[in-house]
């Protein structure tokens, strides 16, 4: 996680709402994290409009291009020295952002 810890992504979290995750996962700057958050999810909505795709295939997809980000296989040399510790934080946030999905429709 962050170095500096401290920062919210309160990203898409209405007012009242608990956030999806509480600490920036990197030192990246968080308005251009914010920005790059902004035209995913409009580029995604064009395209489930574009092609018919519903909210559940979108999302899948985006999940599984997120994880092929960590996957060796999918880089050109050389490899990242801390992708296994990657790997491990990647999975951390998503099981931290699926048990606060579950949360946010009580389940």
Known sequence: MSKTG???YTFATAPGQRPLLDEAPCDCDSKRVEAFMNSAVGASLHVM???GLCSMATATGLVLVAASLFNPVNYK?????????RTCDLASIMETVAKRMRERVGY
């Open 49 to 51: 409009e574009t092609h």
């Open 77 to 85: 040399e050389p490899v990242p020295k801390d992708i296994v510790q």
């Open 6 to 8: 401290a920062r919210e």
